[in-house]
């Protein structure tokens, strides 16, 4: 799966999270800039990203992660080939 696909999926993850199909996902949203999103979304948010990409997310990973370029980078390396 392309990068570009990737985030188009973890948009729409987001969007229907947060019940808002106008919210716009880049590269750099963050908790800082992505109102609702706290920690106790952000774990519901990983679990719904494990099961769209099919990958597993340690706890460790899960609490490094800053924004969505480090979420790409993440399931772009965890993907089956």
């Known amino acids: 799966m392309k990068e570009q696909e990737i985030l188009n999926d973890i948009q729409f993850i987001f969007r229907r999270f947060f019940k808002n199909d ?8 963050s908790a800082n ?6 920690s106790f979304s952000h774990m519901m948010l990983m679990y719904e990203v494990e099961k769209m990409f099919d990958i597993h997310l340690s706890l460790n990973e899960i609490i490094e992660l800053q924004n969505i370029a480090d979420l790409l980078a993440l399931i772009l390396k965890k993907q089956k080939p």
């Open 33 to 38: 800039n992505i109102k609702g999103w706290d």
């Open 22 to 29: 106008d919210l716009l996902v880049s590269k750099t949203s």
